[in-house]
Each structure stands twice: as structure tokens, then as C-alpha cells.
């Protein structure tokens, strides 16, 4: 959300950080990233003191705000959710939706939470296709301010899904940066792996062309698909595992058997960060 062209050191103070984003949102649309969130980060969200979880950008309603709430309750009890958005109408409309543990608040990329000057650090912030909008170019600005507002366990997950959450690419990122990346898919309606491409977060879509990691990654994605077209007859979910095992002799995955069988494949940020 942070607009192109005006620097935040010339905003006026208070000013909230970023750029209208569409607001497009449908219920259940994050429930892939929701699930991966609950299963990976559960345990740092149940060890932390009264731990905040942010849904940053929520959109035009509020629906994944509170499905969040939902969600991660089910695995930390004591988490709460505050969802932040640039635009006032949609904080307002939103606002008949707080309940314990909900709440929506007016905001950008500063993240404005409670505490002197906003301090109190999130335990999570996640921003589901919020950067699409925007150059390539600022979004390791954007990533820098989101992970230094993060609690010292804090995890951000940025990236982009279909509307109705049948694909999703994700990036987790830590205090230190980006950590892996995340496919996401409902197997039944896959082709090809690669047809996640369209899905891949602002950091990556448009480094996907020869001489770049992310495409070499898809290339290989695909032939691994394909050299496991036998096993489709026990069902998609074992041709993924089986594809997922084959990438794992050259590619650093960072998950395995539990997480492919969710129509999930994580892999280590470093294997796919952009040339240059």
C-alpha cells in the first residue's frame, strides 16, 4: 500500500501509509494461506505474551479478518486479530464485525497499533494480494517496513491468490527478511503446476523468464508432474506428493509429506530469489 512516487518521509505525520487497493475479497478466499499459518506458526502464536495478529488490507469486507480470528483461535486461544485498511469507508463498514478479539482500525504500512507511538508488535501480519498493485521495485521497501514492525517471533506472509482461493503463491518473511515460498493449490483443478504463475507474489511474476531461479523452478515443477502422470490413478494427491519428492532431490523444500498432502510446497527463499 505504499504509494509510488511520495516518499514517507514527506507525509504528513499521522498520514496512513500506502494506496487504495481494489478491496476485491470473497469469503473463505485465504483459507489455503489461513490453514499453512495455523499449521507453521501455531506454536510461536500459542508462546507469545497476548499475541496480535494483523490482516492487513482486508479490502472492501470484512470476511477474512474474521475468518482469521477463527482460525487461528482453533490453534492459540489468546490471539487477536486487528484488521487495517487505507481506505475509512471500509473500516467503518467493518466495524459492526468487531467482537472479542476483533477489531478494525484505519491504517497502511506503518501497521498503527496500540502502545506509545504504536508499539505494541504484531505476532503475525498478513497481507493477502494487497502488493499486486504495485512496481516491482518497491516492494522490498514495503517488505523492510512491515518486518521491522514484527514481534521478535513475528512472521509476515505477503502474496497473491485467485478470487476464490483455488491457487495461492505466498512469501513468510521474518524480522531478518524472506525465509520460503509457498505454492498452494486445490489439486483437482490443476493442469500443471505452472499455472500457479499467474499467482505469484509481486517479488516474483514478473521474474519469471529464462536466466531466473523462479522460472527454472516451474520448468522443473512441470517435468516432475509429468514424469508422475502413473500415479494420478491413485488421485492427484499422491501425483503431488510423488512430484514434491522428485523436486526434493534438487530443490531445498522446506516441508514434506504432512504439508504436500494439503496441496502445498514450500521452498527456501533463497533457491528462488531474483537475479540481481
Known amino acids: 500500500m505504499a504509494s509510488r512516487g511520495t516518499p514517507p518521509s514527506s507525509r504528513a505525520p499521522g498520514r496512513p501509509v500506502g494506496s487504495v487497493t481494489r478491496g476485491t475479497t470473497n469469503p473463505n478466499r485465504l483459507r489455503r494461506m489461513d490453514r499453512w499459518i495455523a499449521a507453521t506458526h501455531g506454536a510461536a502464536l500459542r508462546r507469545a505474551q497476548a499475541p496480535v495478529a494483523v490482516d492487513l488490507g482486508y479490502g472492501a469486507a470484512p470476511w477474512t479478518a474474521v475468518e482469521l480470528l477463527a ?54 501480519i498478513r497481507a493477502a494480494n494487497v502488493l499486486r498493485q504495485y512496481d516491482e521495485e518497491r516492494v522490498a521497501e514495503v517488505w523492510a517496513r512491515l518486518c521491522s514492525r514484527l514481534a521478535p517471533e513475528g512472521l509476515l ?30 489439486l483437482g483443478s490443476l493442469e500443471r503446476p505452472s499455472d500457479l504463475a499467474e ?49 526434493s532431490g534438487d530443490w531445498p523444500l522446506a516441508d514434506g509429506p504432512v504439508r504436500w498432502r494439503q496441496g502445498e510446497l514450500t521452498v527456501r527463499w533463497e533457491a528462488l530469489r531474483p537475479v540481481g
Open 157 to 186: 506472509v505477503e502474496g497473491t491468490c485467485d478470487e476464490i482461493g483455488r491457487r495461492h503463491v505466498w512469501v513468510a518473511l521474518g524480522p531478518e527478511g524472506p525465509r520460503t515460498v509457498t505454492f498452494a493449490t486445490r
Open 71 to 124: 482460525r487461528l483461535r482453533a490453534v492459540a486461544p489468546g490471539v487477536r486479530v486487528v484488521g487495517i485498511e487505507i481506505e475509512p469507508a471500509r473500516v467503518a463498514g467493518a466495524k459492526p464485525y468487531e467482537r472479542d478479539g476483533l477489531s478494525f482500525r484505519h491504517g497502511g504500512f506503518e501497521v498503527p497499533l496500540d502502545g506509545p507511538g504504536g508499539g505494541e508488535r504484531p505476532a503475525l
Open 199 to 247: 499467482r505469484l507474489p509481486k517479488a516474483l511474476i514478473h521474474r519469471n523468464v529464462p536466466g531466473e531461479p523462479v522460472h527454472a523452478f516451474l520448468r522443473d515443477f512441470d517435468r516432475a508432474w509429468a514424469a508422475a502422470a502413473p500415479y494420478a490413478s491413485y488421485g492427484a494427491r499422491q501425483r503431488w506428493i510423488r512430484t514434491a519428492r522428485a523436486l
